[in-house]
């Protein structure tokens, strides 16, 4: 657990210096296989984390690898899985920027739907704007989900009745006075 930690913090973001593509190749191989305790909830939060973090410089076929091993295919039964596993999946896929767009975009009407049952997670609204980010860190523009569903989300994230004391501020007027003057 703890050099799955250490690993991903040395090697992030995974891309800009000198042999970050083969240290990336090798240590997702290392995360690939069976870790030697699979079954234990750190191990398998561990891998996520180094994941989520070296990320940018894996590959494009890789990430899709990636978001298929990490989601449920339409129409089948999810299982339960434990809270904090659930969470590190979701900042992994929200990660990933080289998915087509439609993928982004499916995965961001799927946490909308989360992010109505639970309004105070505010996991979900960071997964949310890191799939709707109108400028990705790494990937490709051709993979920035369009504007129009971006908006769509933000409507939705407007007429919430509930936030967390952070984000529930939905007019200027309504925000202390000590944060206007910052907008």
């Known amino acids: 657990m703890r050099w799955l930690s250490l690993s991903g913090f040395c090697l992030r973001p995974g891309f800009g210096a ?18 030697a305790f699979v079954d234990d909830l750190q191990c398998q939060v561990g891998v996520l984390v180094l994941l989520r973090r070296i990320v940018g410089g894996i590959n494009a076929s890789e990430q899709h690898a990636l978001y298929r091993k990490h989601t449920s295919p339409p129409g089948s039964k999810k299982k339960r899985i ?20 439609s993928i982004r975009a499916s995965l961001g009407n799927e946490l909308v739907a989360k992010i109505r049952k639970e309004p105070r997670d505010a996991i ?53 006075a000590h944060r206007r003057s910052l907008t």
């Not at 000198?18 to 870790?35: E, F, H, K």
């Not at 979900?124 to 109108?134: K, N």
Request: net charge positive; proline share 7%.
């Open 18 to 35: 000198p042999g970050d593509n083969a240290l990336v190749n090798r240590l997702r191989t290392i995360a690939s296989n069976n870790l």
């Open 82 to 101: 434990n809270r904090q596993l659930e969470y590190e999946k979701w900042r992994l896929l929200a990660n990933l920027e080289h998915p087509q767009a």
């Open 124 to 176: 979900w609204l960071w997964c949310l704007g890191r799939l709707g980010a109108r400028i990705p860190l790494y990937g490709p523009l051709h993979s920035v989900v369009e504007p129009e569903i971006a908006g769509e989300w933000l409507k939705v994230l407007l007429d919430l009745s509930t936030f967390t004391e952070v984000t529930g501020f939905r007019h200027r007027s309504d925000r202390p």
